[in-house]
Structure formats: structure tokens, C-alpha cells
């Protein structure tokens, strides 16, 4: 039987009913100081994105690369979120990738919804990790240092920054209350919907072996960590949701670090990986659908399928080629004219890709229509 982690089983417990007892008393008895609601909302957007642009696309996957000064408040801000230290929350992550699903992945959803939100967390004893998947961060003095002080800087950050800027402004309590532990609690649950909801939640265009899945709303609810079945397909990337509609606020403050000089070698996944992972998933699906049919039926499905995902591959490719090409050529002087033939033939290539996945699309939406008929038929 396993045995409770009773510090962290007290804390999860004790901070929602803490917030919800003395959040009604005090906006009894003190109302709602716009001030204090403003630094929550700050604070509460820059302690959740250093969980999900620091912990875990910097150091639990290296997705890219961020300056000191980056690193450090990454750091600071993520410890105020009572997450643990960045080391043992990487390390808890990469089992999860490793063995997704499988009984080594600490918050597996195949034992339940809420064991992945947090009830994993109640029989994790985090002092007894000993850190064997994460050479590289026991090798960052900065991450070193964050894991040995993290307690301490938790109060600080956690508790002690709201605190004193409520002091200076004449309302401790206030400034405590938001900032500190309504925004721990909802910090917490946020984070803990990527382990539950985006296992449970939305679909799977990339991999359907993966309990993880793409929903815009828990990407709404987790600052972009609702692609999550693109993620775990292609964890090495700095995004989460690779098209540009995409709602991921952590990406776009990835992009915006970049473009100051704070971000460097940002990875990205080809174009043309990113959409041959799509197609695999398509044909299996469809595949699956028409399994019962007959052997030849079945082998004019493969033909066609194969066929036009050929069609749709060469369009990416192209695509891919050319947009390699013209950011390349952005770096360097003197290549005006060959700049403006490039992008004419990204407009053409452009054109034929998505002439090439709507003709996939169809075929898709065909081979469906054709079993439900069949099987309608036979009915």
C-alpha cells in the first residue's frame, strides 16, 4: 500500500479551503481592492507562463534556449507556484513522456481522472528523487541552486512578495489573499488539467496510440498546453499549438523573447514531419472504419490513400523547401530579386498544398460515407 506524502497531501487540501474561508470573510468585510485584483492577475499570468515557457518547454524538454536573466526569473516566479523545484518537476515530466500510459508515467490517466489531476501528487515523496533522467539540469548551478533553497524561496516568492507589496500599498491582508493563495490554488489546478483534461479532452490528429489530445479550451485553461497530443508527438518543439490561430500565449512569449535578444534556437518541427504524423493518423483511422469490409474494398481504400497522401506529402515538401529557402535568404544582402521569385513560388506552393490536404479531406470524408453506407445496407 502506498503511503501519503501528508506535507503535500495537507497543503493541496488545506490552500482551496484556506482561499474559499477567508476570500468570503474578507470580501465581507474588507470588499475588492481593484489593486489587489490587478497584482493577482499579473502575478498569477507571470508564475503560471514560468511553469509553461520555464519549466516546461525550457527545462523539462530544452525546446530552446534563454539567457540567464530569463532562466532566473523563470526560476523565482515558477517556485512561487508550490510546484516543486524545477529539477523535480522535469524529472516527474520526462517519466511521463517516457512511459505515457504505461505504469512508469507518474500521472497516468489510465488510472483515473482525478489520480492524473492530483491524486498522483499524495504518494509522490519528491525527497526521494533521485534525478537520474535530468544529467543536464543537475548540471545548471542555477537549477542546482533553486532545487537545495526551494522552500524558502517558494515563502518568499509565494507569499512574502504579495505580502510586502501590500504592505507598501496599505493592504497586507488583501495583497496576501489574492496574490498568495488564491492564485497558488488556481495555479495548481490549472497546471494539473494538462496531466488530466488534455489526456481526456478533444482529439488526436497526430498520434491516436497517446491518451494526450488537442482541445482549444483546455488550451484557453492552461496557457497553450491544450495541444497536447501535438506535444507529446513532437515534445522537442517550443510550440504547442503549431498553427498560427492556435491559442498559445506560451509560445508567443517564447517568439517575443526571441525577437529581444532573451531566446535563441528556438526548435521547431519540420513542416513536412509535422504533416506526415497527420496523414499516418488519418490512414489508420480511416483504416480501422473500413477493416470489416471486404479484402479488395479494404485494398482500393489503401490504394487511394495512399495515392493522395503521396499528392498531399509532395505539396508540404515543396512548401517546407521554399520557406526554409526565404528565411534564408532574409539573412543576407543583396538577394532582392531572388527573394521576390521565392515568394511567388510560395504563393503557388501555398495554393497546391491546400488544394492537395482539401482533395485528402474529401477522400476522407468519402471512404466514411462509403462504410456507413455499406454498413447500413447490410443492416
Do not use: C
Not at 73 to 92: E, I, P, R
Not at 251 to 260: A, D, M, P
Request: net charge positive.
Amino acid at each position: 500500500m502506498k503511503r501519503i506524502n501528508w506535507i503535500t497531501a495537507i497543503f493541496l487540501i488545506a490552500t482551496p479551503i484556506g482561499a474559499l474561508l477567508w476570500g468570503a470573510l474578507h470580501v465581507r468585510s474588507e470588499g475588492l481592492d481593484p489593486r489587489a485584483l490587478a497584482f493577482f492577475a499579473v502575478y498569477f499570468v507571470a508564475t503560471s507562463m514560468s511553469i509553461t515557457a520555464g519549466y516546461h518547454r525550457l527545462f523539462a524538454h530544452r525546446a530552446y534556449e534563454a539567457r540567464p536573466l530569463v532562466r532566473a526569473v523563470y526560476l523565482l516566479l515558477g517556485a512561487a507556484t508550490f510546484q516543486h523545484s524545477a529539477l523535480s518537476w522535469s524529472s516527474d515530466h520526462r517519466l511521463h513522456h517516457r512511459n505515457i500510459d504505461r505504469d512508469g508515467d507518474p500521472y497516468n490517466v489510465r488510472k483515473g481522472f482525478w489520480w492524473a489531476h492530483m491524486g498522483w501528487l499524495l504518494f509522490t515523496d519528491h525527497k526521494k528523487s533521485r534525478f537520474e533522467n535530468v544529467p543536464d539540469l543537475q548540471s545548471d548551478w542555477m537549477v542546482v541552486a533553486q532545487d537545495r533553497f526551494y522552500l524558502p524561496i517558494a515563502i518568499a516568492m509565494g507569499f512574502g512578495l504579495p505580502l510586502a507589496i501590500g504592505a507598501a500599498l496599505g493592504n497586507p491582508w488583501g495583497f496576501l489573499l489574492w496574490g498568495g493563495l488564491i492564485r497558488v490554488v488556481l495555479g495548481h489546478h490549472t497546471t494539473f488539467l494538462v496531466n488530466s483534461l488534455a489526456h481526456t479532452l478533444g482529439r488526436r490528429p497526430y498520434e491516436p496510440a497517446f491518451s494526450a489530445r488537442d482541445s482549444f479550451v483546455t488550451a484557453v485553461l492552461t496557457f497553450g498546453e491544450g495541444y497536447h497530443n501535438f506535444h507529446h508527438r513532437f515534445a522537442s518543439d517550443y510550440r504547442n499549438g503549431v498553427r498560427r490561430f492556435h491559442w498559445d500565449p506560451t509560445k508567443w512569449l517564447i517568439r517575443g523573447l526571441e525577437g529581444i535578444g532573451l531566446a535563441s534556437n528556438l526548435r521547431r518541427v519540420p513542416r513536412e514531419r509535422i504533416m506526415a504524423a497527420r496523414l499516418r493518423s488519418d490512414r489508420a483511422r480511416v483504416l480501422a472504419r473500413v477493416q470489416e469490409s471486404s479484402h479488395d474494398a479494404v485494398a482500393a481504400v489503401q490504394r487511394q490513400a495512399a495515392e493522395v497522401s503521396a499528392m498531399v506529402e509532395r505539396a508540404v515538401a515543396r512548401l517546407g523547401e521554399l520557406e526554409r529557402e526565404l528565411l534564408r535568404l532574409r539573412s543576407l544582402r543583396g538577394t532582392t530579386e531572388h527573394r521576390r521569385a521565392v515568394r511567388v513560388d510560395l504563393k503557388v506552393a501555398r495554393r497546391e498544398f491546400r488544394d492537395a490536404w482539401r482533395r485528402w479531406k474529401e477522400e476522407l470524408a468519402r471512404f466514411v460515407e462509403a462504410r456507413d453506407g455499406a454498413g447500413t445496407a447490410t443492416a
